[in-house]
């Protein structure tokens, strides 16, 4: 046909191009674009950007669904047959068309340039309006342009246009970041981190279970290593290690070797660890027993140092705990005693540590070396450091709202394998459901990254303001992901085809509207001179200063 | 010489009974009638259409005798050819026609051709011409003719459709591409009746 006009070179249809007419729908189930003759059915893919053009607005939105329709219920019995191209050539478009469903997400502002962000659509566009394949400055208007505050975070399907991330809205409330294995969580946790820290808006503690995150990652696929956030922000990333050993075998360079102190397990730690030691719920509960007997700060020693299951039954006895619940958790933390980081007294208080540097504005990466195999030491040494960075954090605030200082910088808390941590059965128990469920009353926010979102406690997902998704199979997955997400069944489609990797849905509070991209490329040199770059902002040696040493060192550069 | 031929348009015959859809024509000659889907005029000039001219498909062409009363008897039996039939009985030719049917497709108005019927039908007696191809480009450029041409019932069968739109192609430099478009036209008006489609798109490429 004669629509060559409206296509590149590829055949894929031009941004603004028209694609066909609204016919029908509604708000909630999205409209139905018919199709003509120009776009047929293979042009749009789910999740591709449509706008349309209303009487009074114009609507932008998401292609949900694909149909093919027929004006004629007979066509399906005598459809053409091989041969009769005339027939299908007329028929295509007319008798037998394509249709999509749109969810028109957001209004576009019929002026540029407008700041805030366009509202969300509360009306369909009528009969008849023409819907067009969105060009990039439609992308741009509803997404934002690159800036201080928005981030590059990938492509929409088949667009070069750079779609956007609020980096303001996106840590005000926690982050999810979810998939199958292998289909990008890392990849994408390690760009969100770049746009926190290029745009300094937040400070982070990754308790970087695979030592990815921190000096350099793997790339498996292209079995390649990857820079990690410190060689792209060298002044300010800290990394830590729990295994010294395994970070100078990598050549990462280390801040500091943590260390953690027997005293520093606290009888909750336990209930977090229920679930991962497997432990009843009398067992997981004991330490306060113990607590009682030994005092704090000495019962896990103590109690660890009991030899022989006489010895241990005998305490039982004595803290009036079940014998065989205790037997099996002192089996059970015994492999605690097998770890090299953990010392009747640590040199320094990693938790101390962690926080000076965050408060100095860093961003701290903490490699579990060898233990990030071992979910034990990853959940205890991660629960045992938030819990303590949490309470720092409320004191801070509380002396700020009493006037005694200055409100304590963004945290972000990123933690892998986060169902561990937020499972249903412990969410309501531990210090990461606290802080997921507190909001961002303490200025703390967590960055959880999961395989299984069906694991995670419900209302912690609930929780979530921002959530990154890229494939997920399985139906309880795809259905914990989406819960009360408005459109869900519509996103439910666009969801499970996703590509297997690098491709995402993002949603929620950094974005106006669900969006599907292509997440940005990380890992080869050109990458890497962007991410590094810290998009026209300060120099990177002011980066990461408070406001009021920035005063002080504009004063000093005045005079 | 066995029309009066000016200019391009070729007077046929004349309007004998007159409707608001649809007009019967009887030819001047007993072989003169237009092929089934050609395109007529009935009203105006040899040349030039005038203001009360309307446009017709020729449709149900038929030969009969003169007089209904005066059935037609079997010459042949000893005639060599059907030729000499003819030649041997020279009256025949005023004592048979042919007539067809027009089907009213549209009316010449101020800026042209208009895809409306007439208001009132045209008179008895009415000159019938063929159209030049001008016309017939008139007629066909915006399609808007189809539905009226589909109206007319069971005297347009896809036969006439297909053989009108044949005939049109014919008048455009790219045949398969007003083929095409005329197609996609008529597929907008039989989207509902997909066999009645078919059936003319069918007869379209044969
Ligand atoms: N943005 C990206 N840029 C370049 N490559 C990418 C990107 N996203 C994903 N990949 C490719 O996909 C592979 C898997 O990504 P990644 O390691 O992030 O998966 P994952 O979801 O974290 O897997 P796991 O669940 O096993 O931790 C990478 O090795 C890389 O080859
Ligand atoms: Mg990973």
Redesign the interface.
């Known amino acids: ?2 629509h060559g006009l409206q296509r590149d070179q590829n055949g894929g249809l031009l941004p603004g191009a028209p694609v066909g007419l609204v016919v029908g729908g509604s708000l909630t189930q999205g409209v139905e674009v018919r199709l003509d ?1 120009a776009a047929t059915v293979e042009d749009i893919k789910a999740g591709t950007f449509l706008t349309i053009q209303g009487g009074r607005q114009r609507y932008f939105g998401v292609v949900t669904d694909i149909a093919l329709g027929s ?2 219920p ?2 399906k019995h ?1 459809p ?1 047959q091989p041969g ?1 191209d ?2 299908v ?3 295509s ?3 037998a068309y394509g249709a999509v469903t749109v969810m028109p997400s957001v209004t576009l502002p019929s002026v540029l340039g407008d700041e805030e962000s366009p509202p969300p659509a509360k009306t369909i566009p009528p009969h008849f309006a023409r819907a067009y394949t969105a060009a990039p400055r439609d992308v741009e208007l509803v997404f934002g342009r690159e800036d201080e505050n928005h981030f590059w975070i990938g492509n929409p399907l088949d667009m070069e246009t750079k779609l956007c991330l609020d980096l303001d809205k996106l840590v005000q409330r926690s982050i999810g970041i979810f998939g199958k294995s292998g289909t990008g969580k890392t990849f994408l946790t390690r760009l969100l981190l770049v746009g926190i820290l290029q745009r300094n808006r937040a400070s982070s503690i990754i308790f970087d279970m695979h030592s990815e995150y921190g000096w350099s990652g793997q790339d498996a696929d292209r079995r390649r290593v990857v820079k990690g956030l410190k060689q792209l922000f060298p002044s300010q990333v800290s990394t830590f290690t729990l295994d010294e050993a395994s970070s100078r075998r990598r050549g990462s360079p280390v801040d500091e070797v943590v260390g953690i102190s027997y005293g520093d397990v606290e009888p909750e730690d336990l209930l977090t660890l229920r679930e991962t030691l497997n432990l009843s719920e009398v067992a997981a509960g004991a330490g306060f027993n113990l607590e009682r007997k030994f005092g704090p700060g000495k019962w896990l020693r103590e109690f660890l140092a009991r030899q022989g299951q006489d010895d241990v039954k005998e305490l039982a006895e004595d803290v009036g705990i079940n014998q065989q619940a205790l037997l099996t958790l002192h089996r059970r933390l015994s492999q605690l005693t097998r770890y090299e980081f953990f010392t009747d007294q640590a040199p320094k208080d990693a938790a101390v540590q962690i926080i000076e540097h965050a408060e100095k504005g860093r961003h701290v990466a903490l490699e579990f070396g060898r233990y990030g195999n071992d979910p034990t030491a990853y959940v205890l040494v991660s629960t045992l450091l938030c819990r303590r960075i949490h309470k720092r954090y409320i004191d801070l605030k509380e002396q700020a709202a009493g006037g005694g200082g200055r409100e304590p910088r963004p945290l972000v808390l990123v933690i892998e394998e986060a169902h561990k941590f937020l499972s249903p059965a412990i969410a309501s128990q531990t210090i990461f459901g606290i802080i997921a469920r507190e909001l961002r009353k303490y200025n703390v926010t967590l960055m959880v990254i999961d395989q299984r979102p069906a694991a995670i406690d419900s209302e912690v997902m609930s929780q979530l303001g921002t959530l990154l998704t890229c494939r997920l199979d399985n139906e309880k997955d795809v259905e914990a992901v989406l819960a009360g997400t408005p459109g869900a069944r519509q996103l439910r489609t666009v969801l499970s085809r996703l590509e297997s990797r690098q491709q995402a849905l993002l949603f929620g509070d950094a974005l106006p509207m669900p969006v599907v991209v292509r997440t940005r490329e990380y890992g080869s040199e050109g990458s890497y001179a962007e991410l590094g770059r810290k998009a026209g902002l300060q120099p990177d040696a002011h980066q990461g200063e408070t406001a009021a040493q920035r005063l002080e060192r504009e004063i000093k550069e005045l005079f | 010489m066995l029309s009066p031929e000016i200019k391009g348009a070729v007077r046929l015959g004349e309007v004998v009974k007159s409707a608001s859809t649809v007009c019967t024509v009887q030819c001047y000659q007993l072989e003169g009638a237009p092929p089934l889907g050609s395109f007529v005029r009935a009203g105006g000039g040899p040349a030039t259409a005038t203001a009360d001219a309307v446009y017709g498909v020729v449709a149900a062409i038929s030969a009969e005798p003169l007089e209904p009363g005066r059935p037609v008897l079997a010459r042949g039996e000893a005639a060599v050819s059907e030729e000499e039939v003819y030649r041997s009985s020279p009256q025949l030719a005023r004592l048979l026609t042919s007539r067809f049917e027009m089907l009213l497709i549209g009316r010449q108005a101020r800026e042209g051709f208009q895809a409306a019927l007439p208001p009132v039908p045209p008179r008895i007696h009415t000159f019938v011409y063929g159209c030049t191809k001008e016309e017939i480009v008139g007629c066909t450029e915006r399609l808007g003719f189809l539905p009226l041409l589909l109206d007319a019932g069971s005297l347009a069968s896809a036969e006439v459709v297909a053989a009108c739109l044949r005939t049109a192609a014919e008048v455009y430099p790219d045949r398969g591409q007003f083929l095409l478009r005329a197609g996609r036209a008529l597929a907008g008006e039989l989207s509902g009746d997909l066999p009645a489609l078919n059936s003319i798109l069918r007869r379209i490429i044969l």
């Open positions: 046909m004669t003759g004006s004629d007979r066509m005598t053409p009769e005339f027939l050539q007329v028929l478009g007319i008798v």
